[in-house]
């Protein structure tokens, strides 16, 4: 079984950036996409970013689209997230997924990396 491995996460400040990492254990893992939810307390899991994972081509939710950059590293097999201007309503705990194949749920996830920022 893939197993997925966030890390990046940590306390920030208000303004500052964010990168997030995850890793695949298998460089033979081949999802047709790869994406970043998250979830603060209370509140549902929401998508936040995704990737085709072959062809690159990026997707982003409103309440980061412009302030971030979701890509990959092939030699490391490591889905990437850059977040700019980060906010208190960014908080939350961050999850790494796997899209097996197009219109499918997401089937396989990271044990997530807590995102706090500081008002």
């Known amino acids: 079984q893939v197993h997925l491995v966030e890390s990046g996460g940590g306390l920030v400040h208000t303004g500052d950036s964010l990168r997030l990492s995850c890793v695949a254990s298998?460089?033979?893992?081949?999802?047709?996409?790869m994406g970043w939810f998250r979830q603060a307390p209370g509140k549902e899991r929401e998508f936040v970013a995704a990737?085709?994972?072959?062809?690159?081509?990026?997707y982003y939710a409103n309440s980061v689209k412009g302030r971030s950059t979701i890509s990959k590293d092939a030699a490391t097999n490591t889905l990437l997230f850059e977040m700019n201007d980060l906010s208190p309503m960014d908080t939350a705990v961050y999850y790494c997924?796997?899209?097996?194949?197009?219109?499918?749920?997401?089937?396989?996830w990271g044990q997530g990396t807590q995102v706090t920022v500081s008002s």
């Open positions: 990737i085709r994972w072959t062809e690159g081509t990026p």
């Open positions: 298998e460089h033979t893992f081949s999802p047709f996409a």
């Open positions: 997924g796997a899209q097996p194949r197009v219109g499918e749920r997401y089937d396989t």
